[in-house]
């Protein structure tokens, strides 16, 4: 059993103890049962090697003037490939693989702010959360499911579609029951609202 | 013409903190985290080449124990009161109430909350398990063994790399450029001319 020390006022990557959060020296943690420091907490911990993949970039200088087409950000460096959309020559340091596309800088933060280069974005609308929120609103407040329970139900297949797509494996379930709820909560506040204006016309009458 | 590779996002665990609601999902190169915000989803990801720590631990959760255990005890309160106090109808209704809570809060007790952690190169992710302990532990073997084999991917690569930059006669530690050479330190830009510099000559007479 490792009992790792407290962790040393370092830059980069610091162990942190999964029971209190408090930062642990990663250095003394081998794979086995473990105690924390602070907390006297016991885990079980393994060791993985994770390995930073070097970037290797060939000098203009010393790639000869047959093999030297300069990068056009670092006009230092070979380039080594060509930017998938914009075409420009660039270097190893600009080259970012992404979705399947070799993309300089200037594209994948453009395609990343466009948001269509899947692999980009962060930010998700989560549409199963929407369907069920409108379908409770349109129980709550029945009038205004004429509005809510449609936009429940295209919330609802929009959120299937970006499941299929993503090829997700949990939450269909939940959406069908919510569509289904909106739809019945629509047909019945349909059904209401025609009772009300039969008799308000009857009345008028 | 070869199929697509399909990223299949398989769900793993989930969890409800107080204020936040995550989900973990394992895809081909890593593992997702959803943070569930209102109606956006906030994703972050861990690759398995940058796993450097994977944990297992066991905790009560004490937000979980101190829940159930209030409105257990309060419901067992309201139903040892109405018992005594002659509305045994009552009682049975509170005594259901106080059921759920009760049962979740001794099985807490009893199983525990297994939870793993993966602590990649920015961020960590902490998956907790209930009550499915086979299958907590069957998702640590199956996390190690991805990123074992995706770190083991990755030295192969680089040592076939060096290998083949070695043949061609081309040492691997002069092509990876100095620190600052990427993005040189720019020269602070000044409107005065240096003072070392001659003084410019006067332009010649029309």
New interface residues.
Partial sequence: MSSPAEAPPVPG?V??C??CGRPLD?ER?QTGL?SCVHCQ???????????Q???????VA?AGPEGATACAN?E??VSTGNCGRCGVFMCN?CKIESDGMVLCPACFDRLTADGTLPGG??????YA??TS?LTILSFLFWPIAIVSGPAAIFYGFRGLRKKKE?????GRFGIWCSMILAAAVTTGAIFLFGLIFAGFSKAIK | MTAPV??????IGSANRIGTRE?F?LVADGIEI?E?D???????RIFF?????????R?FGVPFLAFTGLFAGAFLVATMAMGFGGSPEAAVFTGILAAPFLVSFVLRLIYRLD?I?V?G?RI?A?IPFGIKKRQARQL?AEI?NR??QA?RK??A??AA?TKS?TAAGIP?G????PED??HPPEAPESEEPPANLPAAAPLPPE
């Avoid at chain 1, 974005?121 to 989560?126: A, L, Q, T, W």
């Avoid at chain 2, 209102?38 to 972050?44: K, P």
């Avoid at chain 2, 002069?174 to 450029?177: D, K, N, R």
Wanted: proline share 4%; net charge positive.
């Fill in positions: 990557f162990f942190s999964p029971h990663g943690v473990c907490g016991f885990f079980e911990a393994i060791r993985l090697s994770p390995i993949r070097p970037i290797r970039v060939m000098q010393q670092h230092h460096n340091l974005r962060n930010k998700i609308r989560d959360g929407i929120g993503s090829d997700e494996n949990d | 399909r990223n299949r996002r398989l769900l989900r999902y959803d569930i209102h109606y956006e989803i906030n994703r972050r080449d940058e796993i450097r720590f994977v944990t297992y631990h905790r939870v952690t602590h190169k960590r902490q640590l190690t990123t074992r770190q990755i030295a690569e680089i790399e930059l691997a002069v092509l990876s450029p050479f990427a």
